[in-house]
């Protein structure tokens, strides 16, 4: 099947205000609240976990600490992970200040999104794209290394309407079982990124499904610095040697850093964050997610 016409949802709704009470492993309070160099943006990687009907993390429970979390960590922009289209569609209405970008990777609003929401007041889209993780990236749902599932790339190239800079946003979810697809898909994001415009930072999110540091996907994406992880390069971490999948029980003390934000070009990391917030024993999603405070357009 060759590729459609791009099939995205752009939705507002409802807020939903939930209280701040009783918040247990909340550690965003600072970043939410210390002051920010101008010009500042801030960036997120969360893999929601798709929305399951399964207590006790059905996805009706999890939707409201979801919401709360996301507001007060007040992202720019995000990539998601695993989103299925109407739980998207309902994230979309407890954030009515963002939009979203995305395709299913089974085509359409089918199967699950790696999809991108930014803050309308902030960004402005440009263009957009997809790409599959495959011999054939053209082709919806292709699969061709090894993996059950097809595994995709959204990308967006955004103007920052404050700094009228322009940046280029990259998010995906990498397989969780084939090492060879991993890095396969590492080398196809690479060269993809390779044939970017140079002159513009690009922002590189995901859930890699592979360690930081020890995974060979990860060094194929920062050999050479080509891409820069921007936890070793922050001047703040928060949360330091906690992985970032809790499998919705209990954080990894020295678990794996599985979801990053890697960069190219002119950016320079602030701060950075694995978020650990819970309420009653009950995380949002399996996964923690990851908050960056960046800088475009300078270097460290």
């Known amino acids: 099947m060759k590729r459609s016409a791009f099939i995205g ?52 429970q999890r939707r409201p600490l979801m919401a709360e979390l996301i507001e007060k960590l007040a992202p720019d922009v995000f990539g998601t992970q695993e989103g299925l289209y109407g739980q998207l569609q309902d994230l979309a209405a407890d954030l009515p200040a963002f939009q979203w970008i995305g395709m299913g990777r089974d085509g359409g609003s089918r199967g699950e999104f790696s999809a991108v929401f930014y803050r309308t007041a902030r960004l402005e889209p440009l263009a957009f794209d997809h790409f599959w993780l495959s011999d054939t990236p053209e082709v919806i749902g292709s699969k061709t290394w090894g993996p059950k599932l097809a595994r995709m790339v959204t990308w967006v190239k955004f103007r920052d309407r404050q700094t009228k800079r322009e940046f280029i946003f990259v998010n995906t979810h990498f397989d969780h079982q ?48 080509f891409l820069t992880d921007t ?45 650990t917030f819970s309420r009653d024993g ?5 996964h923690c997610p990851v908050v960056a405070k960046l800088r475009l357009g300078t270097t460290p």
């Open 9 to 60: 949802c752009l939705t507002t709704g409802l807020i939903l205000v939930a209280s701040s009470a009783s918040l247990l492993q909340f550690s965003v309070a600072a970043q939410t609240t210390t002051a920010a160099a101008p010009g500042t943006l801030t960036v997120m990687t969360y893999n929601l976990k798709f929305a399951s009907t399964s207590p006790p993390n059905a996805w009706p």
């Open 178 to 225: 084939v090492q060879a697809a991993r890095e396969k898909s590492a080398r196809l994001i690479r060269e993809r990124v390779t044939a970017f415009d140079a002159k513009l930072p690009v922002l590189l999110v995901g859930d890699f499904n592979a360690a930081a540091g020890s995974n060979q996907a990860y060094a194929i994406l920062t050999e050479d610095k």
């Open 282 to 286: 009950h995380f949002p999603s399996d």
């Open 231 to 275: 936890w070793t390069t922050a001047r703040e971490r928060v949360n330091e040697g906690i992985g970032t999948l809790n499998g919705f029980k209990a954080l990894q003390k020295d678990g794996p850093r599985i979801d990053w934000i890697l960069s190219r070009g002119a950016v320079t990391a602030d701060r950075i964050e694995i978020v």
